[in-house]
């Protein structure tokens, strides 16, 4: 959780746009942005749940409710 909050810190446009500043991305720094933030919001929800429910925390959750989705 402690990486997922120090990348969201990290995340923003000005990030992509300024510091990775990546040529083949220009002008596509919101959308990656954007995409980071939901990857971040859908891996700290499912690591959460395996917090609150350790017994449900298996490879075949991870496939079907993370990798696959």
């Given at each position: 959780m402690v990486q997922i909050a120090a990348v969201r810190a990290t995340n923003s446009a000005a990030y992509w746009r300024d510091t990775a500043a990546v040529e083949a991305w220009k002008g596509l720094e919101r959308k990656i942005?954007?995409?980071?933030?939901?990857?971040c919001d859908v891996t700290s929800r499912f690591l959460e749940q395996g917090l609150e429910k350790p017994a449900d925390?298996?490879?075949e959750r991870l496939r079907t409710h993370y990798l696959d989705r």
């Open positions: 942005c954007d995409l980071v933030s939901y990857s925390f298996t490879f």
